[in-house]
């Protein structure tokens, strides 16, 4: 890379990190008339691209809620395509991601006076998930325990908030925290958020077993368990163990009927197997673990071989 190429480049991505990526842009465009080879100019000029139009059609939506939602959607869009190219220049990516989620942060945080709880909580997660982001962690996590206290519950919270206890380098607070979001509804999950090593590498290693979308989700608890990942536990309260014990019941019956069987059941009950085994552990009732485990064969004996053995 010649030295214009490198000071164009430079000075493109400090303008696409404040947020102006049609400065940059146009920083690219010349800097692309001295060297047309340079794969990463043309990286960089495509974010411009992509987050100048984004930013255009943007001026036109309500500030707030509305504008903070469409950056959060975009930039799942954007990482989507950048999966798709062969050379990925990191530079671009993170300067996009700051000038993206600083200016999302702007707009949630206009809101935070919000008096229902319930939008509150999901206000606070997403100015949560922008301060993550942008490396914020004290932040982001302030945002994110206060989320989680306004709504108990939400998967999606706690996976955000077990991300960034990650990157702060707490691994057995985020072990438990991402085992119960996952727990509690794998399906609102959204791991295009999640950046963390301990999940990324989890991720990426159930995905080449060839799990995509809801199915992945799924699979993730189970092989994270198998894997020794989620190896930090909580005790179940009573009140849990008998709506455990009544959700494995409904699973089991949807699987004997093939008009309401999906790939999704199996995954689901053997991670509920899974907890209900960590239950019966701690009570020393191992009748109850024979049993369970004598289920998990006979729903996947591959399964219950890596979980034994």
């Known amino acids: 890379m010649d030295i214009l190429t490198e000071k164009g480049l430079k000075d493109a991505i400090t303008f696409l990190e404040a947020g102006n990526p049609a400065q940059a842009k146009m920083i690219i465009d010349e800097s692309l008339q001295n060297d047309l080879e340079s794969w990463e100019l043309f990286f960089t000029s495509q974010c411009c691209i992509f987050w100048a139009d984004t930013f255009y059609r943007l001026d036109k939506s309500e500030p707030g809620l509305q504008k903070g939602d469409i950056l959060l959607q975009e930039w799942k869009n954007f990482i989507a395509s950048t999966k798709q190219k062969e050379l990925v220049y990191e ?79 707490d691994a057995r607070a985020a072990k438990v925290l991402f085992r119960e979001a996952f727990f509690t509804d794998f399906k609102k999950v959204d791991l295009d958020f999640l950046d963390s090593q301990l999940i990324r590498r989890l ?83 191992n009748r109850s673990i024979h049993e369970i485990l004598l289920k998990i064969k006979i729903t996947d004996p591959v399964i219950h071989d890596m979980y034994v053995h």
């Open 91 to 169: 530079p671009a990516v993170y300067a996009a991601c700051r000038g993206v989620f600083s200016l999302a942060l702007q707009n949630f945080s206009q809101l935070l006076n919000e008096r229902d709880s319930i939008l509150k909580a999901e206000i606070m997660r997403k100015t949560g998930l922008c301060y993550k982001k942008l490396g914020e962690f004290e932040n982001a996590r302030m945002c994110l325990s206060q989320a989680n206290n306004l709504q108990q519950k939400n998967a999606a919270v706690l996976a955000d908030l077990a991300d960034c206890y990650a990157l702060c380098g």
């Open 203 to 285: 991720v990426e290693r159930t995905e080449k077993l060839g799990y995509t979308g809801d199915a992945l989700k799924a699979w993730i608890p189970v092989y994270a368990v198998l894997w020794g990942v989620f190896s930090a536990k909580r005790m179940l309260k009573a009140q849990e163990v008998g709506k455990l014990k009544q959700e494995i019941y409904s699973l089991e019956n949807e699987m004997k009927d093939p008009s309401r069987s999906s790939k999704l059941l199996v995954p689901r009950l053997i991670n509920m197997y899974f907890w209900l085994i960590d239950y019966c552990q701690t009570t020393e009732d």
